[in-house]
Each structure stands twice: as structure tokens, then as C-alpha cells.
Nanobody
Framework: QVQLVESGGGLVQAGGSLRLSCAAS????????MNWYRQAPGKQRELVAR???????NYADSVKGRFTISRDNAGNTAYLQMNSLKPEDTAVYYC?????????WGQGTQVTVSS
């Protein structure tokens, strides 16, 4: 199985930056891709960014040019660097791993952007 632990959320002013981390443990060799989702109050959870085992990345249109997903060389930790944050980026951010046994979610970390 795979376990995920997120960190790095917090309160930031508009225009500021935050970096989220997602540490994977357990059977990390079976992970195909790691993703960041977010869910704002009253809204559906949405995919923000994705990085595959091969290193390919994808982003939601709303964050392109502002957010960058990456991972460490060992593939144990995924990061989401968030720059030029906007109040509409306020949400709970969840790390997610797609793997051969299914999918695993982290517990979520709150990001609040004040105007």
C-alpha cells in the first residue's frame, strides 16, 4: 500500500507564494503518477497538477504559468510550488497517487489566500 502525508499549507497574501510537499511511503515503486487536487468550499474537487512516473506534467488552465509540480529524484516526494497566488486559489489541497492497486489520498492541507 501507499501512504501520503502533505505539508506546507497556510495563509498568504495575494501575490505571494507557497510550496506544498507530499511525502509518499510504503510501496512507492507501484506509483504511476502523483497529482494535486483542490477543493474550495461549495465546489467540486478539481485536478490542479499531475506528474507521471516519466516526468510528464499537466496543469489546470487556471494555474498554468503560476504553479509548478515536481518531485525528488527518488520519487518519494512531490511538490507543488505555487506563485502569484490569488484569493480564488483558496482551498484544501490534496495529494493523490495513482498506482497499480488503485488510488491513495492524503489528508489535505488548507491554503488560504487573502486579498
Amino acid at each position: 500500500q501507499v501512504q501520503l502525508v502533505e505539508s506546507g499549507g497556510g495563509l498568504v497574501q495575494a501575490g505571494g507564494s507557497l510550496r506544498l510537499s507530499c511525502a509518499a511511503s510504503g510501496s512507492i515503486s507501484i506509483i504511476n503518477a502523483m497529482n494535486w487536487y483542490r477543493q474550495a468550499p461549495g465546489k467540486q474537487r478539481e485536478l490542479v497538477a499531475r506528474i507521471t512516473r516519466a516526468g510528464s506534467t499537466n496543469y489546470a488552465d487556471s494555474v498554468k504559468g503560476r504553479f509548478t509540480i515536481s518531485r525528488d529524484n527518488a520519487g518519494n516526494t512531490a511538490y507543488l510550488q505555487m506563485n502569484s497566488l490569488k484569493p480564488e486559489d483558496t482551498a484544501v489541497y490534496y495529494c493523490n497517487a495513482d498506482h497499480f492497486l488503485g488510488t491513495t489520498w492524503g489528508q489535505g492541507t488548507q491554503v488560504t489566500v487573502s486579498s
